[in-house]
C-alpha cells in the first residue's frame, strides 16, 4: 500500500473555529487528492476533492495542494458540532487503479 | 450522485463457513470496483481492485484464495470470504466509479458490510 499519513488526533475545537487538516502522502505520481468524512459504523462520505496545486474553496471547506511537498490539507471554517466525525484523506496514484487512505483524523468540535 | 448498494448489511457466521457480499451500483454502470476492509478505529484498507471480466488484483498481503472476489457485470461485484476465521471479522465496503464519469474519477462507496465470525 502507499503511504498517506494524516495525524490521528483526536483533535478538538471549539464551535466556530477553524479546524486544519493535514495528509502527506509519498508517491509522487498520484494524481487525484480526495477528502472524506466518516461517522462511526458509516462508509466513507466524500467532502471534496483537488487535482491542482493550490486552494480550492467549497462552502465552509478549502483543501490546500502542494505536489512539490506532496502535501494535501482541508480547512473548515466555522466548525459545527455536526462536523465531528474521523477524515479521511484519499490519494489516487496515476493509472486511477490505486486508491488508498489515509490513517484518518478524529475531529471533535465542542458547542 | 451516484447509488453503490452492498448485501447484507450485517453477518454473522460461524468460524469455517464461507460469507458473499454482493456490492452493485444501482444507476450507473462500474468498470472499475474497490473492496476495503476497515477495523475498529483503524482507516479503510484497500483489499483489492476489480475490474469488470477481468481478475482482479489483489494488494499486498491479501490472500486471493481466501478472498475471491467476481465482477462478472459492469454493475456487480462480489466479495466471498472463504473459511472465515474470527480475525476475519471486520467492516467491509466497496466502493465503484462511474464509467462515463472520466475527469477526477471519484468513487462511490456502499454502506459496508459488518462481519463478525464466531
Known amino acids: 500500500q502507499k503511504e498517506v499519513e494524516q495525524n490521528s488526533g483526536p483533535l478538538s475545537v471549539p464551535e466556530g473555529a477553524i479546524a486544519s487538516l493535514n495528509c502527506t502522502y509519498s508517491?509522487?505520481?498520484?494524481?487525484?487528492f480526495f477528502w472524506y468524512r466518516q461517522y462511526s459504523g458509516k462508509s466513507p462520505e466524500l467532502i471534496m476533492f483537488i487535482y491542482s496545486n493550490g486552494d480550492k474553496e467549497d462552502g465552509r471547506f478549502t483543501a490546500q495542494l502542494n505536489k512539490a511537498s506532496q502535501y494535501v490539507s482541508l480547512l473548515i471554517r466555522d466548525s459545527q458540532p455536526s462536523d465531528s466525525a474521523t477524515y479521511l484523506c484519499?490519494?489516487?496514484?496515476?493509472?486511477?487503479?490505486?486508491?488508498?487512505f489515509g490513517t484518518g483524523t478524529s475531529l471533535t468540535v465542542i458547542p | 450522485g451516484a447509488v453503490v448498494s452492498q448485501h447484507p448489511s450485517r453477518v454473522i457466521c460461524k468460524s469455517g463457513t464461507s460469507v458473499k457480499i454482493e456490492c452493485r451500483s444501482l444507476d450507473f454502470q462500474a468498470t472499475t470496483m474497490f473492496w476495503y476492509r476497515q477495523f475498529p478505529k483503524q482507516s479503510l484498507m484497500l483489499m483489492a481492485t476489480s475490474n469488470e471480466g477481468s481478475k482482479a488484483t489483489y494488494e499486498q498481503g491479501v490472500e486471493k484464495d481466501k478472498f475471491l472476489i467476481n465482477h462478472a457485470s459492469l454493475t456487480l461485484s462480489t466479495l466471498t470470504v472463504t473459511s472465515a476465521h474470527p480475525e476475519d471479522s471486520s467492516f467491509y465496503i466497496c466502493s465503484a466509479r462511474d464509467r462515463l464519469a472520466g475527469g477526477y474519477n471519484e468513487q462511490f462507496f456502499g454502506p459496508g458490510t459488518r462481519l463478525t465470525v464466531l
Open positions: 484519499a490519494v489516487m496514484g496515476d493509472t486511477g487503479n490505486q486508491f488508498y
Open positions: 508517491d509522487r505520481g498520484s494524481q487525484s
